[in-house]
């Protein structure tokens, strides 16, 4: 989906590419160490129910700029959503 000035907005599972680079390289530079292996990455998706089906990757110019990771989970009986990570990728910060 094209928005504005060369922003696009694409499904995480329709990204072709190392997924988990993009949490490796958006959480970057934070005062904790949040980078990943596969393995690790692959685990905490199952734990914490997230779903690349509800989660969204920003591209400028047609490279990764920053993600939403989401997913759903049963809270005092409720579905409710929730966010598992936003990350804007280095280069795009301001």
Excluded at 49 to 71: H, I, K, W, Y
């Amino acid at each position: 989906m094209r928005l504005f000035l060369g922003i696009s907005v694409v499904l995480y599972f329709h990204v072709h590419f190392q997924i988990f680079y993009l949490w490796n390289e958006g959480f970057s530079g934070y005062y904790f160490n949040m980078a990943m292996t596969v393995d690790a990455y692959t685990a905490r998706l199952g734990m914490e129910g997230l779903s690349p089906a509800m989660s969204v990757v920003a591209f400028v110019d047609g490279q990764p700029a920053g993600f939403t990771l989401n997913g759903v989970r049963i809270i005092g009986g409720r579905k409710v959503a929730w966010n598992g990570g936003t990350a804007v990728l280095p280069g795009f910060r301001r």
